[in-house]
């Protein structure tokens, strides 16, 4: 052990700065918040999303198009699916509540059940829509359409 090598005892040494303990601490006066305007004054928080005086991006960038709040969303159920369903399964209905246990949909999706594929066996569906290819693709099946 030599002189050297000698280190004050662990946390007796505070490694951080106080401001605003005088000037002689080199952190008094302004307390390194600078001379004058916003940030200096006590409260002072930032708005989200402020540039310093720059026009933020969210009002630079240009806003398109129009959504409609009231637009209702369909899960797109094609007859491809329905067919797979009923062989792998053997149903003889299709139901929202059938598609929420087989895991397929949420508890309050909507579906359009759509023409892309084919179904092959007479069976009774029922949905929120159909397009019109598809019903009649049912109904050629000798199945039945039901609208929810």
């Given amino acids: 052990m ?20 005088g000037q002689g ?24 999303g402020f540039e310093g005086g ?14 409609n709040r009231n637009r209702v969303e369909y899960t797109a159920l094609n007859l491809s699916k329905i067919q797979e369903l009923v062989e792998k399964y053997n149903f003889t209905e299709i139901t929202p ?14 579906i ?10 007479g069976l009774t569906v029922k949905a929120h829509a159909f397009s019109s290819k598809a019903q009649e693709a049912i109904e050629k099946a000798g199945g039945n359409v039901e609208t929810l």
């Fill in 112 to 121: 359009k059940v759509l023409a892309r594929g084919e179904i092959k066996s």
């Fill in 25 to 48: 601490s080199g952190r008094g006066g302004t307390s390194t918040k600078g001379h004058k305007g916003a940030q200096s004054r006590t409260g002072y928080s930032r708005k989200a």
């Fill in 54 to 67: 720059q026009m933020p991006i969210q009002r630079r960038l240009p806003k398109r198009g129009f959504k």
């Fill in 2 to 21: 030599d002189l050297s090598s000698l280190k004050p005892a662990e946390g007796s040494v505070k490694t951080r700065k106080r401001i605003g303990r």
């Fill in 97 to 110: 509540e059938i598609l929420h246990g087989a895991k397929l949909i949420g508890k309050t999706e909507r």
